[in-house]
């Protein structure tokens, strides 16, 4: 007894010092309206593990040990503080105090961190753990009860009356184990009664959590044979919908056996739930810094060797080089940043040679942080189920583009989906969010619902222009055959590269040599003018560069400003397309991540160029040319693999600068007062 008496006294120690108490006084205001009247009342109370070893090392070894014993423990005291300061007159016995402990952190040890890749599902000790993982699936918010009320039918029994009986959840426990109609009086045996006036609820939501490394399965890689199975969490009340499909958290739980006859479900009662990165130390690998030294003295060349070199494994060097940089412009810019806002780069890739350019984006895809290939056979949004766990809500699954949150997904050639697909593509290409339309009668809700679910990554896509879409023998100049690819959805994309820089016997003659090498000897460089990265190279690269923090000069802002206005202006009287705003925010994503790939934190006027010239050569390819004549491949006009290669490049380069320059100034209204005429 005097052992209890030290813990409860060591517990409003603990409230006390940790603000407890006043948020406790806080809480007990809103009972005192004379319209609410309940059977149990709700509190809860964070709990720092480490404060409370420095109070009591005893009571902390409770808290994080035997969880249940310290719930009571901390009802205890919080009914003695509300009777003893008068906190509220509706709290009449200790049963009514419903005392939720949440944790703020756990230890850093292994024995308080449960591994989601090889955790036991045995029966163990219920004590809180932490866990990290992605969210798969969750359902909607629904009802469970907080807390309920029970009379004897005894008249002549005193617990007949007020608030004896009080059934309330603990975790793991089902709605059965709150609410039945076989409960017995303590003090004669008889029956007991629900008075349903005084039923308690509350919201609880479910979801499914599954190791990161799962992802690694979807990037399309041949893997060992390894079964990543998912846990179900219990959010209830303020967690709920504080979780989101595709996005990584750090959960802090109690593990629980939920007894469903003739099954056990193992599952968490989540205590406290927060967003999670895995930490890693992002740096530039020692050749490329040694590129960039060699490379400073262009804007132009860095970026240029970075994409040449690229995905040898695949396409020889000189081969996709305008599509090797828009990938990597798209792997570096998408990402989330501070504010929690998603910045996508979609990309479109229209090619008679799908195979390769398919193994290209492959290969990127295992570059990016977050990478997952579509499969043609699985869902691409989003697919609804029954709940298992006893509530029968829909439980939403996220597919392919949900769990790429982050991150890229590679859909593949577009010709193997069916019309309404791509239509569904486009349509969710342009909102950036998913509609889930759930009916009411099959998941048993009252009425039929539809859920509006954010998109956030960006789409890869290739498409055979080999296959005829239809379009006129009389196209404007400029324009490229797209396939089937619809011209509402190329617009959706944004960036649209048309890979046929090398046409011909030519193209074919190098691809192929450079396929049976890498065939007989895999991994060799045989490309004596190159310079030599791996894999991990890129993979560094790409992760550094996603982390910097970049501004727009003005003289870049200028450039994207006047050229939107110019061709907006000159497209319309002479072809009747509408430059769309959504192409400002393209050209802005385009040259930040031009300057992130070439490590600079400041966006130069030479970065708006190349996003000028992809943004060019992307309209062109739908719409033909403009007043603005630029070649089809105008950021790699020449061979860049020697230093006289190089030199051309920039000359070609600052040659289209000047003529950039000059379409802004005749076409855009009121360029003089910002463009300087050089």
């Known amino acids: 007894m005097a052992?209890?008496?030290?813990?409860?006294?060591?517990?409003?120690?603990?409230?006390?010092?940790?603000?407890?108490?006043?948020?406790?006084?806080?809480?007990?205001?809103?009972?005192?309206?004379?319209?609410?009247?309940?059977?149990?009342?709700?509190?809860?109370?964070?709990?720092?593990?480490?404060?409370?070893?420095?109070?009591?090392?005893?009571?902390?070894?409770?808290?994080?040990?035997?969880?249940?014993?310290?719930?009571?423990?901390?009802?205890?005291?919080?009914?003695?503080?509300?009777?003893?300061?008068?906190?509220?007159?509706?709290?009449?016995?200790?049963?009514?105090?419903?005392?939720?402990?949440?944790?703020?952190?756990?230890?850093?040890?292994?024995?308080?961190?449960?591994?989601?890749?090889?955790?036991?599902?045995?029966?163990?000790?219920?004590?809180?753990?932490?866990?990290?993982?992605?969210?798969?699936?969750?359902?909607?918010?629904?009802?469970?009860?907080?807390?309920?009320?029970?009379?004897?039918?005894?008249?002549?029994?005193?617990?007949?009356?007020?608030?004896?009986?009080?059934?309330?959840?603990?975790?793991?426990?089902?709605?059965?184990?709150?609410?039945?109609?076989?409960?017995?009086?303590?003090?004669?045996?008889s029956q007991?009664?629900?008075?349903?006036?005084?039923?308690?609820?509350?919201?609880?939501?479910?979801?499914?959590?599954?190791?990161?490394?799962?992802?690694?399965?979807?990037?399309?890689?041949?893997?060992?044979?390894?079964?990543?199975?998912?846990?179900?969490?219990f959010l209830r009340d303020e967690l709920c919908n504080s979780m989101r499909i595709g996005r990584l958290y750090r959960v802090v739980g109690i593990p629980a056996h939920v007894h469903q006859w003739p099954s056990i479900t193992w599952s968490i009662e989540a205590s406290s739930v927060r967003l999670w990165e895995p930490k890693c130390c992002h740096k530039v690998s020692a050749?490329?810094?040694?590129?960039?030294?060699?490379?400073?003295?262009?804007?132009?060349?860095?970026?240029?060797?970075?994409?040449?070199?690229?995905?040898?494994?695949?396409?020889?060097?000189?081969?996709?080089?305008?599509?090797?940089?828009?990938?990597?412009?798209?792997?570096?810019?998408?990402?989330?940043?501070?504010?929690?806002?998603?910045?996508?780069?979609?990309?479109?890739?229209?090619?008679?040679?799908?195979?390769?350019?398919?193994?290209?984006?492959?290969?990127?895809l295992s570059l990016a942080c977050r990478g997952v290939r579509h499969q043609a056979s699985g869902e691409m949004f989003a697919s609804l189920s029954r709940d298992e766990h006893g509530a029968g809500a829909a439980n939403i699954h996220a597919g392919s583009a949900l769990l790429a949150t982050g991150g890229i997904c590679m859909l593949g050639d577009l010709s193997c989906y069916r019309k309404e697909k791509l239509d569904y593509i486009q349509s969710v290409l342009e909102s950036h969010s998913v509609s889930v339309f759930i009916p009411g009668k099959k998941y048993g809700e009252d009425a039929d619902q539809q859920l509006s679910v954010p998109v956030e990554c960006s789409f890869w896509a290739l498409s055979d222009s080999s296959q005829r879409s239809g379009r006129a023998d009389s196209a404007v100049l400029g324009t490229a055959e797209m396939g089937p690819v619809p011209l509402q959805l190329a617009e959706a994309f944004g960036l649209v590269i048309h890979c046929g820089e090398r046409v011909g016997e030519q193209a074919l003659l190098a691809q192929t040599v450079h396929t049976l090498q890498q065939a007989v000897q895999p991994g060799k460089c045989h490309y004596a003018s190159c310079w030599e990265f791996s894999t991990q190279d890129y993979q560094e690269l790409v992760a550094y560069a996603q982390?910097?923090?970049?501004?727009?000069?003005?003289?870049?802002?200028?450039?994207?400003?006047?050229?939107?206005?110019?061709?907006?202006?000159?497209?319309?009287?002479?072809?009747?397309?509408?430059?769309?705003?959504?192409?400002?925010?393209?050209?802005?994503?385009?040259?930040?991540?031009?300057?992130?790939?070439?490590?600079?934190?400041?966006?130069?006027?030479?970065?708006?160029?190349?996003?000028?010239?992809?943004?060019?050569?992307?309209?062109?390819?739908?719409?033909?040319?403009?007043?603005?004549?630029?070649?089809?491949?105008?950021?790699?006009?020449?061979?860049?693999g020697d230093v006289d290669g190089l030199q051309r490049r920039d000359a070609a380069m600052d040659e289209l600068h000047q003529s950039i320059l000059r379409f802004i100034y005749s076409y855009a209204p009121g360029a003089d007062t910002y463009i300087t005429e050089e």
């Not at 044979?225 to 846990?231: D, K, P």
């Not at 494994?313 to 998408?334: E, F, I, Y």
């Not at 966006?603 to 062109?620: K, P, Q």
């Open 547 to 640: 982390g910097l923090e970049v501004e727009l000069s003005p003289e870049a802002e200028k450039l994207i400003h006047g050229y939107y206005m110019a061709s907006r202006r000159a497209r319309t009287q002479c072809q009747g397309v509408k430059m769309s705003v959504a192409s400002i925010k393209l050209l802005i994503s385009l040259a930040e991540a031009h300057c992130k790939l070439c490590l600079r934190t400041r966006v130069l006027e030479e970065d708006a160029v190349i996003a000028v010239l992809l943004c060019e050569n992307s309209v062109t390819v739908k719409h033909g040319a403009s007043a603005l004549i630029i070649p089809p491949n105008a950021t790699f006009p020449c061979d860049v």
């Open 192 to 233: 007991l009664k629900e008075d349903v006036k005084f039923r308690v609820l509350g919201d609880k939501q479910l979801v499914e959590l599954i190791h990161v490394k799962a992802l690694d399965v979807l990037r399309g890689h041949q893997q060992s044979s390894l079964r990543y199975q998912s846990v179900t969490l």
């Open 287 to 364: 050749r490329f810094l040694e590129l960039l030294n060699c490379m400073s003295s262009s804007p132009w060349r860095f970026s240029a060797i970075v994409a040449h070199c690229f995905g040898l494994d695949v396409a020889p060097p000189g081969l996709h080089n305008t599509l090797k940089l828009s990938v990597l412009l798209s792997l570096v810019q998408s990402k989330t940043d501070a504010n929690d806002t998603f910045h996508n780069l979609d990309l479109l890739a229209v090619t008679t040679d799908t195979v390769i350019i398919d193994r290209l984006m492959a290969y990127s």
């Open 3 to 189: 052992d209890v008496l030290s813990l409860k006294e060591s517990v409003l120690v603990y409230l006390d010092r940790s603000g407890g108490l006043k948020k406790l006084t806080d809480d007990c205001k809103p009972l005192n309206d004379p319209q609410r009247t309940e059977a149990v009342y709700r509190f809860c109370i964070n709990v720092n593990p480490s404060d409370l070893m420095e109070v009591d090392p005893v009571l902390g070894d409770c808290v994080l040990h035997d969880p249940l014993r310290a719930t009571v423990l901390f009802q205890s005291v919080c009914f003695l503080a509300i009777k003893t300061l008068s906190l509220t007159e509706k709290v009449h016995t200790e049963s009514q105090v419903n005392v939720t402990l949440h944790f703020t952190h756990l230890p850093p040890f292994p024995e308080y961190t449960l591994d989601l890749c090889s955790f036991p599902r045995v029966y163990g000790p219920m004590r809180p753990v932490s866990m990290e993982g992605l969210v798969i699936a969750m359902t909607r918010v629904t009802k469970y009860t907080q807390g309920a009320r029970f009379l004897c039918i005894n008249d002549e029994c005193p617990f007949s009356t007020g608030f004896h009986h009080i059934r309330v959840h603990t975790p793991g426990a089902t709605e059965s184990a709150t609410i039945r109609n076989d409960f017995s009086c303590m003090v004669c045996d």
